[in-house]
């Protein structure tokens, strides 16, 4: 699970690095990322859409991610 990996905080201050796309993450594989700006759920929205961006996705990634986040969820031990 990714937290911050879209935000500029993240960004070296020589701007070697740019921050992750929304969008590769999922086609990365990364299941669980934390959206934390209106951008990220734009990137990833123009994603589906746009077959040109950077990493297109599909509507199959983003129900395979969920379907992992579900499967782990349902295998979880949960104690009180």
Known sequence: MDWFVTIDAMKRPDGKYGTASAAGCIKA???????????????????????DHAYPITRENLL?????????????????
Do not use: H, Q, Y
């Open 29 to 51: 594989g990364n299941d669980l990322i934390m959206p934390e700006l209106r951008a990220d759920v734009e990137d990833i929205l123009c994603a589906l859409e746009n077959k």
């Open 64 to 80: 395979i991610c969920a379907s992992r986040v579900l499967k782990m969820i349902k295998n979880m031990k949960m104690s009180v």
